[in-house]
């Protein structure tokens, strides 16, 4: 009866860790997404005071990140057709 026990408590420890380091990473995903959130947030402000309204602001950073979003795609397609020759 002894190993059936040790046993037991052998796969509650291993259970017991994996919902520890999910809980963590659930906490350390929701402070980077609080933190995410900032500095947007501050980005924003900055663009806001720097052209004076903030729906010009919100336009640029839109054009920023789809210029940014364009040179990932081409990056990318270029590393596939090196990879491919």
Known sequence: MQPAVGRQ?????RSELALTISNSLAAVNFCLAIVGTIQVSRILLHNA???GSKEEAVKE???DMKGQAIA???KAENELK???N
């Open 9 to 13: 408590s052998e796969t509650w420890n």
């Open 49 to 51: 005071s720097q052209t």
């Open 61 to 63: 950073m839109g054009r």
């Open 72 to 74: 990932l795609e081409n």
């Open 82 to 84: 090196a990879l491919k």
